[in-house]
């Protein structure tokens, strides 16, 4: 009685892929449909973003943190201003941080409606992506009035912002505000709750906190986890204990606490919580500068500092080290997309190929994060 | 019950499916939400962008002081001057102004030190070329003289239209100072939108304007002549208003004399014994 | 009146000589270039066109607008850039096979439309296995398109190929066990024969003559939808995970043969359920004359038929993709055991009720109309709900 001979196959899901995220690069092993792990190769996109710092000097590195993350690049003009002001001491005025969180959560909402598009997409429905995509255009109009660009804002300096509100923009947010509240719901009732949808999300790929918490998994992957952590409450930073909002925790409705159903849906309802920090800092913004004086040739005393800002992607980390001089010693950006990739390998064990596309959409990984 | 949740599993993929395609349906009967650029649109979508859009740069050479504060801010180092002092004049001389649009990453860092906005972004996005070496702006083609702000209004009308410009877009830029408690604020909320600035009543009667030698279209570039182009039509688009009289605005909101970024002495001496225009939206109103 | 198509062709070209073999033969030849060369070959072209408009539509964008009036030569524009494109074979495919492979699949396309009832005379051949001779050929897709991924030498081509030949095959039970009722109403296979036991009137269609036919005209309309490789069941060309699945390393002419077979066989399966369950190409009897009849059943018939591939596209804009294993199960879970019962369930009903029940058809009919009404009640809500006009641009 002869036995039947299988292989185990080797793909290549390569840098040049419609569905991953960026580029990035899949060794998959697989038995058929069904795979033996997926060994993920970063590092297409590295730009030494981090060395260019100890070039560029301190106020010239904030456009370069806008292409660290372009999707959200608010939270990383934002975290490196607060790194710098932390190590020199200086204090944003109020109405400086108020814009900051604004332009802030615009921003996370954006970069949610693009995660949640994608992941339309990468199902196979092409249509979630478009509308998503139209309304982030939307808040792309909005940023382009506020402070001239639609991606790399490079809207915050040391010390505040660059720009301040412009007369009208905050009646615009606001019925922008209104306007997206009832095309969240119609988004749910086209995708999210979708039978086919749901039975692709729910149980693919799930994470328990303690595994999620081990492999440093940060926001909403995280948090969909079960464990309830947000550096906006946690580690309160800017005016965010002005604002009452809520945490989303994933619960598990779906299937199991930590699958990608419950990934997908804690970015639904954080673009909601956001609206509501939206509405509150809008109606609450102090008068007064936006911008604190700094000057031109700043020279932070030698130290270094750490920081840690909620991104959309999660805790995004920034570690600044300077030697006195007006360029920094070493800077270095922690974001949750670089450990998202670490648990794709362990994950992807019994998963199929076509879940692994929805994990990776579901971690929310986004290429240039990872390799900077 | 497996039967219960095999119907379950029914009932729930119609219902679902229900209304996705209603959705769906409902969007097939909306206006789409497109822009049929660049040729089936009312107006030009350069002209639609706001005022704060980040576009090419453009530099009003009748402007620009050859403070050089572009040129350190910019992290690229895309903009490539050369200045010489006239030791018996005094003058700055530029001979000079290259920015290298390939390399410009729009950042806005190099327009925010300038005292008088004449390095400024346009709305212009159009800039595709055939060449590299085309999307260098030259700016100069012969040696100019730097401009020297006024300590009154500009007399020449040309040069004082394009400073108030210039000003409007250096006021959009936020300027720095401290939070103020509350009660140190004072009553008159700041008017939004301003128009045309006026340097302020108290200054010494100006000299007559020098006649030194200007380049006549500050923006030709080799190759480049079509953005050239669109650039001069966008920012001559709205014929710069004419300044009345001195005077009519009445006493500084602000301290004079104060640097346009408070960041410090920029350690230039072109400056130093004139006052660069001055703010209109000072920080402590 | 038992005429057909070859017969009428063959009178007016040949006359009185109809009936020599030769006559015929050429009679034959022109039917069917007449019938691919204008109907089939067109719709599977000119449908790309009205997709990607729909798509759009659905996707709050405007599609293609700028070939020709609306963009409507789009289609010709794509054609003929695909026709001017280089060939590739790659260097370790297997030639013969990667080349004969687009031919079994537009085999498989063309061939059908033999039995196409087009209206009372218009149809190629009224063979009386009509159904089963349809349902017979598509099934030489899965050949075509196995041998499609097998030959391409690329391991994402033949995970495609495997993945479509599997879905093709299951889901050939459930669309035979829902031909079943209406061929058990009727007592024929021979597709004439089925659309004239049926009248004008929708409540007289079969869809609505019992409970069982309804549910088995929707399996049959899902199953035909994922025998054609369209969403939600196009894992095959799942375009997110395998690029283009069995016809990645496909171009030029090559790769437009196997999306011409998937648009044209849209048109198939929608004559399929038009013809089986929505009354074919049946009209008023409006008293004119033969000719002028034949067209108003032509018209008829084509309205229904797009007017099915409208919901097919409509259909693929809104869901996404399921996954492998799911699809499996819902073919054999769900549709298989549903599929018996609508047969078993007809068998019963045409049993005691061998000239149709009124009442049930009328109760059915009511119950179709309130779907409709639902669904028009949601459409409207969903549109009064999304404040569109809070922001738009200036230049829209």
């Known amino acids: 009685m002869t036995t039947l001979r299988t292989e185990e196959m080797t793909l290549n899901m390569g840098p040049q892929h419609p569905s991953t995220h960026g580029v990035l690069r899949f060794v998959i092993k697989a038995d058929g449909e069904v795979m033996r792990e997926a060994i993920p190769d970063v590092g297409y996109l590295h730009r030494s973003i981090e060395k260019i710092a100890e070039k560029v000097g301190y106020h010239g590195f904030m456009p370069y943190t806008d292409r660290v993350d372009y999707v959200c690049a608010m939270f990383t003009n934002q975290g490196w201003g607060m790194a710098c002001e932390k190590l020199a001491g200086i204090k944003v005025p109020r109405r400086g941080e108020y814009c900051r969180v604004i332009a802030a959560e615009f921003n996370r909402i954006a970069s949610h409606l693009l995660t949640v598009g994608l992941m339309g997409m990468d199902i196979g429905a092409m249509t979630p992506f478009l509308h998503a995509l139209r309304e982030r255009e939307m808040i792309n109009d909005l940023i382009e009035e506020l402070c001239g660009a639609r991606l790399t804002f490079n809207y915050m300096r040391i010390g505040g912002v660059a720009w301040d509100l412009p007369p009208g923009w905050r009646d615009k947010a606001l019925a922008y505000l209104d306007h997206l509240d009832p095309i969240l719901d119609e988004f749910n009732a086209l995708f999210s709750y979708n039978k086919i949808c749901v039975q692709r999300l729910a149980n693919v790929a799930s994470i328990t906190a303690e595994e999620a918490i081990d492999y440093n998994l940060v926001g909403p992957n995280l ?150 | 019950m497996a039967a219960v949740a095999y119907f379950q599993h029914i009932k729930e993929a119609l219902a679902t499916i229900f209304d996705g395609m209603a959705v769906t349906a409902s969007h097939m009967i909306r206006k789409p939400y497109t822009i049929q650029y660049p040729d089936r649109i009312p107006v030009r979508v350069q002209d639609t962008l706001p005022f ?31 200045i010489e002092k006239n030791a018996q004049t005094r003058e700055i001389i530029i001979s000079q102004f290259d920015i290298d649009m390939a390399k410009c990453m729009y950042c806005g860092l190099c327009s925010e030190p300038c005292p008088t906005g004449a390095i400024h972004h346009t709305t212009e996005f159009e800039g595709a070329d055939y060449s590299l070496e085309s999307l260098i702006r030259r700016f100069i083609v012969e040696p100019v003289v730097a401009y020297k702000p006024k300590k009154g209004a500009e007399p020449d009308p040309d040069v004082a239209g394009l400073l108030e410009r210039g000003m409007k877009y250096v006021d959009e830029w936020a300027q720095p100072g401290a939070d103020k408690p509350p009660a140190a604020q004072p009553a008159v909320p700041p008017k939004p939108g301003t128009p045309a600035r006026i340097p302020t009543a108290n200054r010494a009667p100006v000299k007559p304007a020098v006649a030194t030698p200007k380049p006549a279209d500050s923006s030709s570039a080799a190759g480049m002549r079509d953005t050239a182009d669109n650039i001069a039509d966008a920012t001559l688009a709205k014929p710069p208003a004419r300044p009345t009289s001195v005077g009519e605005h009445g006493a500084p909101e602000a301290s004079s004399g104060a640097p346009k970024d408070a960041t410090g002495k920029t350690g230039d001496e072109s400056n130093e014994g004139t006052a660069p225009p001055e703010r209109k939206n000072p920080p402590s109103s | 009146m038992n005429d057909s198509l070859v ?159 599997a879905q093709i095959i299951s889901y050939e039970i459930p669309a035979g066990l829902s031909i079943f009722p209406a061929v058990l ?14 009248a004008w009137e929708p409540y007289h269609w079969f869809i609505f003559a019992n409970p069982f036919c309804f549910a088995a005209a929707v399996i049959l309309f899902v199953s035909s939808l994922a025998e054609n490789n369209r969403t939600p069941f196009d894992l095959p060309e799942a375009e997110s995970e395998l690029v283009a699945g069995f016809a ?84 054999w879970k769900y549709f298989v055991p549903i599929g018996f019962i609508d047969m078993i369930g007809t068998a019963i009903w045409v049993a005691f009720f061998p000239d149709g029940n009124r009442l049930m058809e009328l109760a059915m009919f009511a119950l179709g109309i309130a779907i409709v009404a639902a669904f028009a009640w949601r459409v409207a809500y969903f549109t009064r709900r999304a404040r569109m006009e809070l922001y738009f641009h200036p230049t829209i």
């Open chain 2, 52 to 82: 704060r859009y980040r576009g090419i740069l453009d530099v009003d050479l009748e402007i620009c002081t050859g403070c050089l504060a572009c040129d350190r801010a910019c992290p690229i180092d895309c903009i490539a001057m050369a």
């Open chain 3, 185 to 198: 109403m009727t007592g024929t296979l021979s597709m004439q024969g089925i659309i004239r036991a049926q």
């Open chain 3, 7 to 165: 017969t009428l062709i063959g009178r007016a070209m040949f006359g009185a000589n109809a009936s020599h073999e030769w006559a015929v033969a050429a009679a034959i030849v022109v039917a069917c270039v007449l019938v691919l060369f204008v109907i089939a070959v067109p719709f599977a072209s000119i449908v790309t066109w009205v997709e990607r408009r729909v798509w759009a539509r659905i996707q709050s964008r405007v599609g293609p607008n700028r070939v020709g009036p609306n963009g409507f030569l789009q289609w010709l524009a794509d054609g003929i850039k695909h026709v001017c494109k280089e060939d590739i074979i790659p260097d370790e495919a297997d030639a013969p096979l990667f080349k004969f492979a687009p031919y079994l699949v537009v085999l498989a396309f063309i061939l059908p439309w033999a039995v196409m009832p087009f209206s009372s005379d218009l149809i190629l051949a009224d063979l009386n296995i009509g159904i089963l001779y349809m349902t017979a050929i598509t099934a030489l897709t899965v050949v075509g398109v196995l041998m499609a991924g097998w030959s391409s030498n690329n391991k994402w081509s033949l995970i495609g190929g495997i993945r479509s030949a």
């Open chain 1, 223 to 372: 948090r969909a986890s079960g464990v309830k952590w947000d550096v906006r409450k946690d580690m309160p930073y800017s005016v965010y204990p002005d604002f009452d909002f809520e945490i989303p925790i994933g619960s598990g409705e779906w299937g199991t606490t930590g699958d990608a159903m419950d990934r997908y849906m804690m970015r639904i309802r954080e673009m909601v919580q956001s609206s509501h920090i939206l509405r509150q800092a809008l109606a609450q913004m102090p008068e007064g500068p936006v911008l604190a004086k700094v000057v031109r040739n700043f020279k932070p005393p030698a130290g270094e500092c750490q920081i840690r800002v909620e991104s959309a992607r999660g805790d995004q980390g920034w570690y600044v080290v300077s030697d006195g001089s007006s360029y920094p010693w070493r800077v270095h950006v922690r974001t949750g997309s670089f450990a998202a990739m670490g648990m794709i390998q362990k994950l992807s064990k019994g998963l199929m190929i076509a879940d692994l596309v929805v994990l990776i959409a579901s971690l929310d990984v986004i290429a240039p994060e990872i390799d900077r």
């Open chain 3, 248 to 331: 990645t390393e496909y171009s030029s002419m090559r790769y437009l043969f196997f999306f011409m077979a998937e648009w044209g066989n849209m048109f198939i399966a929608a004559a399929i359920i038009v013809t089986l369950y929505l009354g074919g190409w049946q009209v008023p009897r409006l008293g004119g004359s033969r000719a002028v009849m034949n067209l108003l059943q032509f018209i008829a018939f084509l309205i229904k038929v797009l007017a099915l591939v409208f919901v097919s596209m409509w259909i693929r804009g809104t869901l996404p993709r399921v996954r492998i294993d799911q699809m499996m199960s819902i073919c």
